[in-house]
């Protein structure tokens, strides 16, 4: 199949970016789209140009590596898939496709389609841990945890830290990645003793980031490859609430 | 180049800082802010519309409840205290509201610097809600302040005795000012939108409920809505159309 191409292109942080133009002929369908993305680089390496510089590890979905918004959607026009995932068959022979970067303060670009997403580094180190005694592993069913409050735990422990939500949100705000941490530790008995510096931590460095707040518009829950709901903001929003009362 | 995400200046690092200490600053400190006072807003105005539907009882019923409003609690209370609750109430959830709203909306416009080439149809649950609730609530306080300049100081009203509220609403909505009437509901169309998301946004920073009551919060502030919407809409359309007169 044949592909038109738009990609932003920039030098390094301090660059001006713009849009630019790039053909591909002959890409397999059964391609994956970091793989389009290789052949064009092998293409621009042949010719000495500079290689599109973008970020992926794992390619099977679970590192959180892969970035991209494609045709303004971040990872692509798939529902829950990341862009590693995301195959060439979901376009058609012809089409343009537009790639940028996730687009936020708190994640400036460093070149080309790859940002620096330290930013959620940070919120995970000012609360996203548990304290736990050293010692050899407990046994697995040492401490009982309801199959409700597991299964839900669970689900919001599949967030992979990609930050599809935060390019969703008009806001550039990363509360659903916040609610999925504040919604996997503190749903089991093990994240309890920190459950409110967690949270009161977790939200200032967010904020201190410069992620935006949350109108609720829920583009972040559609566009999570991992299909994480809005009812973690919900209850982020619990507990900040509880323990901001309780520090004031 | 450095890989580490540096502040715009120091001085907006160290207000960062700053507000990272006082946990009712931060976004959602500032928003459960905001939710309170939308509540307590919302609350108000479903008894100003109750309170509307006396003018179909006629001019005396309407005049009477408009009085009753001014003398409630008399003589045990000072005249007017109610009214005085309530003026006082809304002032201040109204500069709460505006003020999170103006905060807010900076933060999320330096969290968003560069906007994506590519424009994609949103597609979230309440779908374009950061735009109705920003430029619907300018609409909605430019018609606060016509509406107090119309039937509360009546300076744009022809009916400048202050206990004939029936007859200022009737004059209000009178056929030949048609262009009131049409603006009027305009401004009830950006509350209705406002409330549908409002309600539903505000129960989820306050409560934080879980899917299956989120959904039934957002049946419940659209039914709110359309209530507060037709209630209020049936008074001047019932003036333009003749019913009441």
Same mark, same amino acid.
């Given at each position: 199949?044949?592909?038109?191409?738009?990609?932003? !292109? /920039?030098?390094?942080?301090?660059?001006?970016? !713009?849009?630019?133009?790039?053909?591909?002929?002959?890409?397999?369908?059964?391609?994956?789209?970091?793989?389009?993305?290789?052949?064009?680089?092998?293409?621009?390496?042949?010719?000495?140009?500079?290689?599109?510089?973008?970020?992926?590890?794992?390619?099977?979905?679970?590192?959180?590596?892969?970035?991209?918004?494609?045709?303004?959607?971040?990872?692509?026009?798939?529902?829950?898939?990341?862009?590693?995932?995301?195959?060439?068959?979901?376009?058609?022979?012809?089409?343009?496709?537009?790639?940028?970067?996730? =687009? &936020? #303060?708190?994640?400036?670009?460093?070149?080309?389609?790859?940002?620096? =997403?330290?930013?959620? @580094?940070?919120?995970?180190?000012?609360?996203?841990?548990?304290?736990?005694?050293?010692?050899?592993?407990?046994?697995?069913?040492?401490?009982?945890?309801?199959?409700? @409050?597991?299964?839900?735990?669970?689900?919001?422990?599949?967030?992979? *830290?990609?930050?599809?939500?935060?390019?969703?949100?008009?806001?550039?705000?990363?509360?659903?990645? %916040? *609610?999925?941490?504040?919604?996997?530790?503190?749903?089991?008995?093990? #994240? /309890?003793?920190?459950?409110?510096?967690?949270?009161?931590?977790?939200?200032?460095?967010?904020?201190?980031?410069?992620?935006?707040?949350?109108?609720?518009?829920?583009?972040?829950?559609?566009?999570?490859?991992?299909?994480?709901?809005? @009812?973690?903001?919900?209850?982020?929003?619990?507990?900040?609430?509880?323990?901001?009362?309780? &520090?004031? | 180049?450095?890989?580490?995400?540096?502040?715009?200046?120091?001085?907006?690092?160290?207000?960062?800082? /700053?507000?990272?200490?006082?946990?009712?600053?931060?976004?959602?400190?500032?928003?459960?802010? %905001?939710?309170?006072?939308?509540?307590?807003?919302?609350?108000?105005?479903?008894?100003?519309?109750?309170?509307?539907?006396?003018?179909?009882?006629?001019?005396?019923?309407?005049?009477?409840?408009?009085?009753?409003?001014?003398?409630?609690?008399?003589?045990?209370?000072?005249?007017?205290?109610?009214?005085?609750?309530?003026?006082?109430?809304?002032?201040?959830?109204?500069?709460?509201?505006?003020?999170?709203?103006?905060?807010?909306? $900076?933060?999320?416009?330096?969290? =968003?610097? +560069?906007?994506?080439?590519?424009?994609?149809?949103? =597609?979230?649950?309440?779908?374009?809600?950061?735009?109705? %609730?920003?430029?619907?609530?300018?609409?909605?306080?430019?018609?606060?302040?016509?509406?107090?300049?119309?039937?509360?100081?009546?300076?744009?009203?022809? +009916?400048?005795?202050?206990?004939?509220?029936? #007859?200022?609403?009737?004059?209000?909505? @009178?056929?030949?000012?048609?262009?009131?009437?049409?603006?009027?509901?305009?401004?009830?169309?950006?509350?209705?939108?406002?409330?549908?998301?409002?309600?539903?946004?505000?129960?989820?920073?306050?409560?934080?409920?879980?899917?299956?009551?989120?959904?039934?919060? /957002? $049946?419940?502030?659209?039914?709110?809505?359309?209530?507060?919407?037709?209630?209020?809409?049936?008074?001047?359309?019932?003036?333009?159309? *003749?019913? +009441?007169?």
């Amino acid at each position: 199949m044949k592909l038109k191409l738009r990609i932003w !292109r /920039q030098a390094d942080a301090d660059a001006k970016g !713009r849009m630019v133009a790039y053909e591909l002929d002959e890409v397999s369908e059964d391609a994956s789209f970091l793989e389009m993305l290789d052949v064009l680089n092998e293409r621009l390496i042949s010719e000495g140009e500079d290689p599109v510089a973008f970020d992926h590890d794992c390619r099977e979905g679970i590192c959180g590596a892969c970035s991209l918004v494609i045709d303004g959607q971040p990872h692509g026009p798939q529902a829950a898939t990341t862009t590693c995932q995301l195959h060439m068959r979901k376009f058609r022979d012809g089409d343009s496709i537009d790639i940028e970067p996730w =687009r &936020a #303060g708190a994640f400036p670009v460093i070149k080309d389609l790859v940002v620096d =997403r330290s930013a959620f @580094d940070r919120i995970i180190q000012a609360g996203g841990y548990i304290s736990a005694p050293t010692g050899t592993a407990p046994d697995a069913h040492a401490v009982p945890i309801p199959k409700q @409050d597991a299964d839900a735990a669970f689900s919001a422990a599949a967030c992979i *830290g990609c930050g599809a939500c935060v390019a969703a949100c008009p806001n550039g705000s990363g509360m659903l990645f %916040m *609610g999925a941490k504040v919604a996997h530790l503190g749903l089991t008995p093990q #994240g /309890q003793p920190e459950r409110a510096t967690r949270v009161l931590g977790m939200v200032a460095a967010h904020d201190e980031a410069g992620f935006g707040g949350c109108t609720n518009t829920g583009e972040c829950a559609a566009a999570c490859p991992k299909e994480i709901g809005l @009812d973690v903001i919900g209850r982020l929003n619990r507990d900040f609430r509880k323990a901001a009362a309780r &520090a004031a | 180049m450095s890989t580490d995400l540096q502040p715009r200046t120091a001085a907006t690092a160290a207000k960062r800082a /700053q507000a990272a200490r006082k946990p009712w600053r931060s976004n959602i400190g500032l928003k459960i802010a %905001m939710a309170v006072s939308g509540v307590l807003m919302v609350l108000f105005i479903i008894v100003h519309m109750a309170g509307n539907l006396h003018i179909f009882e006629g001019r005396e019923e309407m005049n009477a409840y408009a009085a009753g409003l001014r003398s409630f609690g008399e003589p045990l209370l000072p005249h007017e205290s109610l009214l005085w609750v309530l003026r006082i109430g809304l002032i201040a959830s109204i500069a709460v509201h505006i003020w999170t709203g103006i905060v807010l909306s $900076a933060r999320a416009h330096h969290a =968003r610097p +560069v906007k994506y080439a590519h424009r994609h149809k949103n =597609r979230g649950e309440s779908r374009n809600a950061y735009l109705n %609730m920003r430029f619907g609530g300018i609409v909605i306080f430019l018609f606060v302040i016509w509406h107090l300049l119309d039937l509360t100081w009546r300076t744009v009203n022809p +009916v400048k005795d202050v206990h004939d509220a029936y #007859g200022a609403v009737v004059a209000a909505f @009178d056929p030949s000012r048609w262009p009131v009437t049409v603006f009027y509901l305009l401004a009830l169309t950006a509350l209705g939108i406002h409330l549908r998301h409002g309600i539903w946004s505000a129960v989820q920073t306050i409560a934080g409920p879980d899917t299956k009551w989120r959904k039934r919060t /957002q $049946a419940i502030a659209l039914a709110v809505a359309v209530i507060i919407v037709a209630g209020f809409a049936i008074v001047p359309l019932s003036v333009t159309f *003749g019913l +009441v007169s």
